[in-house]
């Protein structure tokens, strides 16, 4: 059965960069397609990116178009979140899921069956 850790948050100053890591294991996230989610204080969880099973498409919300980049290494079973020009905005806990059997990327939480225990990720201003 298919397990998800995310890794790399920590706090960063407005501006700077930070990777996210998704680490896949029991089974190969190559034939799911994998979401970035994030729950910022006091606000409902929202779809940040999301990469098809063999990373053949990437999608990415509005507000994070042109700062992150979705990436993933089979070899390592990994999905990565590289988030670049970091907003205060962007504070908030991130998940990373699987989404249930399906080939095309979703942005809604409740398509996604296997969940990670997320990473926060605090910017300061």
């Known amino acids: 059965q298919l397990q998800l850790v995310e890794s790399g948050g920590g706090l960063v100053q407005s501006g700077g960069s930070l990777r996210l890591s998704c680490a896949g294991s029991g089974s190969s996230t190559d034939y799911y397609a994998i979401g970035w989610f994030r729950q910022g204080p006091g606000k409902e969880r929202e779809g940040v990116s999301c990469?098809?099973?063999?990373?053949?498409?990437?999608n990415y919300a509005d507000s994070v178009e042109g700062r992150f980049s979705i990436s993933r290494d089979s070899a390592k079973n990994t999905v990565y979140l590289q988030m670049n020009n970091l907003k205060a905005e962007d504070t908030g806990a991130y998940y990373c899921?699987?989404?249930?059997?399906?080939?095309?990327?979703?942005?809604?939480?409740?398509?996604?069956?296997?969940w990670g225990q997320g990473t926060q990720v605090t910017v300061s201003s």
């Open positions: 990469i098809s099973t063999r990373g053949a498409t990437t």
């Open positions: 899921a699987a989404k249930t059997l399906g080939y095309s990327c979703s942005s809604y939480a409740r398509d996604y069956v296997t």
